[in-house]
């Protein structure tokens, strides 16, 4: 399949430089590999290479979706114990 033809042609991606952008759409195409291929390419320091734009936009989305989830956490833990808190103020529990 085409996804594994261009998975192995990036396993050489030290040796030749890949037309990036082939890797932008691969990105929008399929994913999973565009992140395995950029995963290679960091670890091969083939960094001319890399899709740094889409790569930066997905650690900032990353970044804001664990901040959502431990605003939506702290809310979810925030209430009980504030209700725990108003019912020791007025002596009814602890």
């Not at 033809?5 to 994913?31: S, W």
């Not at 959502?68 to 009814?92: D, N, T």
Request: proline share 2%.
């Amino acid at each position: 399949t085409n996804r594994h033809k261009f998975y192995d042609m990036t396993q050489k991606a030290t040796k030749k430089l890949y037309d990036k952008d082939a890797l932008k759409k691969l990105y929008d195409k399929d994913f999973p590999l565009w992140a395995e291929v950029n995963l290679m390419l960091l670890k091969e320091k083939a960094y001319e290479q890399v899709d740094w734009e889409n790569l930066f936009e997905e650690i900032e989305d990353m970044a804001r979706s664990d901040l959502k989830a431990c605003i939506s956490y702290g809310q979810l833990l925030g209430l009980p114990l504030l209700g725990l808190h108003c019912l020791a103020i007025l002596g009814l529990f602890g």
